[in-house]
């Protein structure tokens, strides 16, 4: 018997990373176990480069769903698996297509990838279920018998993990293999040719999706990079954010609000919903839907309870934070003639550092678990020593403290840190507010402090001479070099 085609990728070499989830695709091909990969996470985040990849040089056929209507998407499938299978099959529904591909494979094994597989779904929740539930028969039917492996794969991440559902009728029968964005030492990887600061100043904007890395890759310098790709509007970013909402989130307009209310910082419920007008409890809904696609998601202090009254909404996408504070709301203004450089020189260029601050000060915490040894850490955030918020009482007047880095050993705080991203170097000042203020408030919260916790410090732009002799002999203060830190991933 003639074999399958081998599928051959083009692109197969210039594939980079994702080696835990190819290694897991791969345990599960040369396993034996029938049950479907489902494979699912946003858009952008590699999955079809993912599964390109693993089908490289495999007995595979790739069927790429798209939004149109079932039977057309279904002639299309059907002249794509006529030269793999030998014969054109008929195929009236997915069942078809599903015993089509299992028969296919009683005598040799094929990888078969249904991507977008949510787009070959009905509309209504019950004509999918019943959909579903035909195919689950089809699946008791014909896989014990055949050599099939089948990849569902799919970028919307709510319908995807919906297949996954206890109640659901492919419960059982799928693998998950949740994609998600890639880290700063992933992101490395895209950005060849840059120094740490200006890979970490391209991460801090792209977020971790390969496509916004490789989009901004250019060795030019940031300001033409991020015009070119993201300002401009003819370019390939332009119109990004509103895209991948508007793909899988009804009522877009409320969600652009939310994200517009959160690409400028944190923000409390009450906050969102005085932004929108609205009342906290239908902006849950919203944060809600954001939450399930893995962009928003609710922090809480290091040692508070998940049911805090004191969270913060945070937009988790660096991307988006990005997109929806510096596009959205002038995209208006540069359809209209507003020159793309403009924007960037009077809207981005001076808050940037602060932009860029915040997913340092996530690297900063990284750095802690790596380096320092503590178990866990976290921000944390809470009310100014008591004499401190009193009108009356001495001395400068605090209301609450911020500390970006709080790390804890056996359960009592070992690490305080604080990170700026900024371009004048960190003075003594920092260390002074750190041990006269913010550790003393920390102690007043009720968590356990260790007599003489670490210290550690990390400013891109370096430290001043007076906080550098202030570290001379100290153990429990550490300067942080930046640039090594950020480099540090190197092999």
């Given at each position: 018997?003639?074999?399958?085609?081998?599928?051959e990728?083009?692109?197969?070499?210039?594939?980079?990373?994702?080696?835990?989830?190819?290694?897991?695709?791969?345990?599960?091909?040369?396993?034996?176990?029938?049950?479907?990969?489902?494979?699912?996470?946003?858009?952008?985040?590699?999955?079809?480069?993912?599964?390109?990849?693993?089908?490289?040089?495999?007995?595979a056929?790739?069927?790429?769903?798209?939004?149109?209507?079932?039977?057309?998407?279904?002639?299309?499938f059907?002249?794509?698996?006529?030269?793999?299978?030998?014969v054109?099959?008929?195929?009236?529904?997915?069942?078809?297509?599903?015993?089509?591909?299992?028969?296919?494979?009683?005598?040799?094994?094929?990888?078969?990838?249904?991507?977008?597989?949510?787009?070959?779904?009905?509309?209504?929740?019950?004509d999918?279920?019943r959909?579903?539930?035909?195919?689950?028969?089809?699946?008791?039917?014909?896989?014990?018998?055949?050599?099939?492996?089948?990849?569902?794969?799919?970028?919307?991440v709510?319908?995807?993990e919906?297949?996954?559902g206890?109640?659901a009728?492919?419960?059982?029968?799928?693998?998950?293999l949740?994609?998600?964005?890639?880290?700063?030492?992933?992101?490395?990887?895209?950005?060849?040719?840059?120094?740490?600061?200006?890979?970490?100043?391209?991460?801090?904007?792209?977020?971790?999706?390969?496509l916004?890395?490789?989009?901004?890759?250019?060795?030019?310098?940031?300001?033409?990079?991020v015009?070119?790709?993201?300002?401009?509007?003819?370019?390939?970013?332009?119109d990004?954010?509103?895209?991948?909402?508007?793909?899988?989130?009804?009522?877009?307009?409320?969600?652009?609000?939310?994200?517009?209310?959160l690409?400028?910082?944190?923000k409390?419920s009450?906050e969102?919903?005085?932004?929108l007008?609205?009342?906290?409890?239908?902006?849950?809904?919203?944060?809600?839907?954001?939450v399930?696609?893995?962009?928003?998601?609710?922090?809480v202090?290091?040692?508070?309870s998940?049911?805090?009254?004191?969270?913060?909404?945070?937009?988790?996408?660096p991307?988006?934070?990005?997109?929806?504070?510096?596009?959205f709301?002038?995209?208006?203004?540069?359809?209209?003639?507003?020159?793309?450089?403009?924007?960037?020189?009077?809207?981005?260029?001076?808050?940037?550092?602060?932009?860029i601050?915040a997913?340092?000060?996530?690297?900063?915490?990284?750095?802690?678990?790596?380096?320092?040894?503590?178990?866990r850490?976290?921000?944390w955030?809470?009310?100014?020593?008591?004499?401190?918020?009193?009108?009356?009482g001495?001395?400068?007047?605090?209301?609450?403290?911020?500390?970006?880095?709080?790390?804890?050993?056996?359960?009592?705080?070992?690490?305080?840190?604080?990170?700026?991203?900024?371009?004048?170097?960190?003075d003594?000042?920092?260390?002074?507010?750190?041990?006269?203020?913010?550790?003393?408030a920390?102690?007043?919260?009720?968590?356990?402090?260790?007599?003489?916790?670490?210290?550690?410090?990390?400013?891109?732009?370096g430290?001043?001479?007076?906080?550098?002799?202030?570290?001379?002999?100290?153990?429990?203060?550490?300067?942080v070099?930046?640039?090594?830190?950020?480099?540090?991933t190197?092999?």
């Open positions: 018997m003639v074999g399958f085609p081998s599928f990728w083009a692109a197969a070499a210039d594939f980079l990373d994702r080696d835990a989830e190819l290694a897991q695709l791969d345990s599960w091909w040369r396993s034996g176990d029938p049950n479907l990969m489902c494979i699912y996470g946003r858009r952008r985040c590699g999955k079809s480069w993912l599964f390109r990849k693993f089908a490289h040089g495999k007995p056929v790739v069927l790429v769903a798209r939004r149109t209507a079932p039977g057309v998407q279904l002639d299309d059907a002249d794509r698996l006529e030269p793999v299978l030998g054109r099959p008929s195929l009236s529904n997915l069942s078809d297509l599903f015993r089509t591909l299992f028969r296919a494979a009683r005598e040799q094994p094929l990888l078969a990838v249904i991507d977008e597989f949510p787009y070959l779904l009905p509309s209504t929740e019950s999918t279920d959909e579903l539930t035909a195919l689950a028969a089809v699946m008791e039917e014909e896989r014990d018998a055949s050599q099939l492996r089948l990849v569902l794969c799919g970028s919307l709510t319908q995807m919906a297949l996954l206890e109640r009728p492919l419960h059982g029968r799928l693998r998950p949740q994609l998600h964005p890639v880290a700063y030492e992933q992101a490395r990887l895209f950005l060849p040719g840059l120094s740490p600061v200006e890979q970490f100043e391209r991460f801090a904007i792209a977020g971790g999706m390969p916004y890395l490789n989009a901004l890759a250019a060795r030019d310098q940031l300001p033409e990079v015009c070119d790709r993201i300002l401009d509007r003819g370019s390939s970013l332009w990004e954010g509103r895209t991948i909402i508007e793909q899988e989130l009804r009522e877009p307009k409320i969600y652009f609000a939310v994200l517009q209310a690409a400028g910082g944190d409390e009450g969102i919903a005085a932004v007008k609205s009342d906290a409890q239908r902006v849950s809904k919203y944060l809600a839907g954001l399930n696609m893995r962009v928003v998601e609710r922090k202090a290091i040692g508070s998940d049911t805090s009254r004191t969270g913060h909404w945070h937009l988790r996408d991307f988006l934070r990005f997109w929806f504070r510096f596009v709301p002038f995209q208006d203004d540069l359809e209209n003639g507003l020159a793309a450089r403009d924007l960037y020189d009077q809207e981005v260029a001076p808050v940037l550092s602060e932009h601050g997913q340092f000060e996530d690297f900063a915490r990284s750095w802690a678990r790596a380096n320092l040894g503590v178990t850490v976290g921000a955030w809470g009310p100014a020593l008591h004499a401190l918020r009193r009108p009356d001495d001395g400068p007047r605090r209301t609450t403290e911020e500390i970006d880095v709080v790390g804890l050993t056996r359960g009592r705080v070992s690490v305080v840190g604080e990170a700026r991203w900024r371009t004048h170097p960190m003594i000042g920092y260390l002074n507010d750190i041990e006269s203020f913010k550790i003393p920390l102690r007043q919260s009720g968590l356990k402090v260790a007599a003489r916790p670490m210290i550690a410090l990390l400013s891109k732009a430290y001043t001479p007076a906080l550098q002799a202030a570290a001379e002999g100290r153990e429990d203060l550490l300067l070099d930046v640039a090594t830190a950020l480099a540090s190197d092999d």
